[in-house]
DNA sequence: TTGAAAGCGCTAACAT
DNA sequence: ATGTTAGCGCTTTCAA
């Protein structure tokens, strides 16, 4: 079933089908009205890869995650799947190992798929000139910017938070409560990436409080998985059994974290407040309710495909900047 | 950058560098080291739509589902994506609307990017060979099975837990609790779809333990979202008051459930036993850990993906029933 | 073992 | 307004 198929079958030739397939004006009604039907009839579907072949590029926009497991990712894809079929555009999933260079990953399936344009979906946010140069098309940084790297801004467009301040903002609200010992539990403190600079928020809003700097409160984590941060809660307070409230830097780790210390026989929040950020749907049911900075997921989702269309479509690269917004939960309570 | 480059750099034919491409073994080792070179130097990517359009078949396998949100098929998913890039195929996701037809958004896709398979991740349980006549290539429909259509077992394959069955285990070990006044937390009762099949294995199961069916026990949630079951167990706790135990059809409902319980002053389990199906991971972090039988979702989706592997390479089709394993959280107890 | 050449289905000049 | 035709980059006969 080709287009020549449906050019017989309607009685015209193929560049007619084709116009009538790509909304070509000068068309007279008449024919395009038979040739919709033949199309229906016959119940052809345009052949993509012809399409993409002739167009040396193809509708389809990549997205490059870092496992689709993360249930904040997840439902950040939902808001950009939406947002790319509403604009007319396909998309096409991409996963990576953990060990794996979404640069790379993101470049070949650009070149392999003719992708007209790449959302990165969390990332490394040191990118240098050099590794993106092999990207060819716009794309855009989903919840993450290139805090750490040297792009050029008119190279590149994110969408993101400001996990610094964001950080910042969560911890100052546990030091409001009257918390002076306030644990972390994070990833690295030296990943170039949303970890580190959440730590730095962190640090800074406690030592704008006048609270000296602790290590033995610094919890690190090997990964992100709500297993790992059970465990290090675990770590943490058999070294420290003493902090009053604990800073987790994503929804999933807290609500691990939250177990953990009500498998420990610390009452959250009477013995132990906590609080995080991502705001994902479940951490609104646990028991007690988690009390988080909600990332606007399906803001960053439909302003990242927003601005990759107007970037395909000649517009000028740009980084956004959104704000999350308190939640307030069951997990946060002055200490006794 | 196309092959014709690489063949004037390398100073030999394109058929050559097709030859190396496909490791076809007629070629000279010494030309073949060369063309691999040069290919790495120019960081050359074959034009998959090129390949594609020759083939008439791409090397992509394309997954339909309803919502990427759902963290049970969010999990599938991670494993099918693991299982196909193993494979050496690519994936292409396709998501839809809660009122929009998976079968003809598959053969719709197929068509369109040329598919070499299909899995149908979630979907209706009572397709008609007309239906899905359209897809025209291998399919699997994952974590279902055509319970209730009348498809030729020939025609597609499944992989998929026994819903009725593991529905009636669930409730079975409620009522081996001690539990008589048993309400269930589920969808709708008519779907021909999972909700359906766990509904009558609920109904078996009182029933073959003489207990009567109690029809104000029976909640339906407008979809499977975790706000409509908090909304339903509210409203379901306002019409009976006197249940000893639910059973919900899916983890999220289960934790959205239990906080309902909760926030109402029923103590699960002293006041009410909870038990559900799925096993997504962040039940095991809730506060009580829920009870709930685990679907094997990194088996689901490898078995997935190797069955229709074999069937695109020409082997038969199959039903495969996988089997759910009990992860006895803190959500069940005697009633008192 | 290698190269030349014919398409795969489509779009976009160009011609009418 | 419609048809003709030259490729897009690749694979695959067919020849050499």
Redesign the pocket.
Known sequence: M???DVAEYSG?????I??V??NHP???EE?RAKVLAAIKELHYV??SS??D????QSDAIGIVVRGVENPFLTSVISSIEKAISNAGYTMVIHQIGTEDDEVSAGAGLVRSKRLCGLILLGGRFDYTPGQTATIEVPFVCCTYTNSFGSLDKKSYSSVFIDDYAEAYKAVKLLIENGHRKIAILLGATDDHSISELRYKGYCDALSDAGIEFDESLIERTQGYSMKKAYDSTKRLYARRDDFTALFAISDSMGIAAIKALHNLGVRVPDDCSVIAIDGIEVSKYTIPALTTLIQPRKLIGHEAVRILVDVIKGKKNCQLRVETELRIGETVAPPK
């Open positions: 080709t287009i020549k015209v030739s193929i560049s007619t084709s116009r397939l790509n000068d068309v007279r024919v345009p052949n012809a399409r072949l002739v167009k040396t």
